[in-house]
């Protein structure tokens, strides 16, 4: 965002998708999926596969829990969900924030209040979602087999983002940049662990740590260290 390509070009690709929910959710799946890189593996036994970019079942997660969970009320009534790929990442951002007392640790984990009740009911009569909460668990599930770092959830001026990366993405999130940038914004514990795609020990002790010591990152709650509350943020 903000650069330009050699043409200077500020896209490849802009789409604006409208209409019912189920036929919006196929058409932006497929959106992505025409915009999406794909590798082709040949294993041992010599047959092809092929490998999308991004778990395209995730993608599908991501896009139908945006629909069904974004404010509707008018003071977002023309705020379109917005889907932005980028050579390392794609984002899927939608209006309105957390609803109801969950915290971003907490999602996947335990069952949330619903903001929209009666469409996630009417979805899942037209078999459009299950509405079991499964959302979130599934796209972890993908991006871990898939050999990706687990999407990363946030919340930032009232907007709820998922920043899912790619193989571009995935050799450079445990560098020193990497974790100051992701923390321009107050980021817990397991936000970290998610971003590096490292274990817990690893991400905190190795990575985290000398940057605290070294006093480019700071803790927003220095007294408590171990706090479940503790945040990390770029100094």
Known sequence: MGTVGESGERFIDNKRITG????MLEEAVEFVRKNSRTKTI???????????????KAVREAILNALVHRDYSLHTENTPIRIEMYRDRMEVINSGGLYGKISIDALGKVHPETRNAALANM???LRI???RYSGIPTMRSEFIQAGLPVPIFSVVHGEFK??????????????????????SIPRSRAELIE???????YTMISL????????????TLPDKPKSSKQRYIKA
Request: with cysteine.
């Open 20 to 23: 019912a929910i189920p036929d």
């Open 42 to 56: 040949i294993d041992d036994n010599g047959k092809r596969k092929d490998k999308p970019e991004y778990p395209i």
């Open 123 to 125: 979805l899942e009569l």
């Open 129 to 131: 979602t299950e509405n």
């Open 162 to 183: 998922v920043v899912m990366k790619n193989d571009c993405y995935k050799e450079n999130t445990t560098s020193e940049k990497a974790i100051l940038d992701f923390c």
């Open 195 to 201: 971003f590096t795609g490292k274990f817990r020990t």
């Open 208 to 219: 985290v740590a000398p940057l605290v010591s070294a006093g480019k990152l700071k803790m």
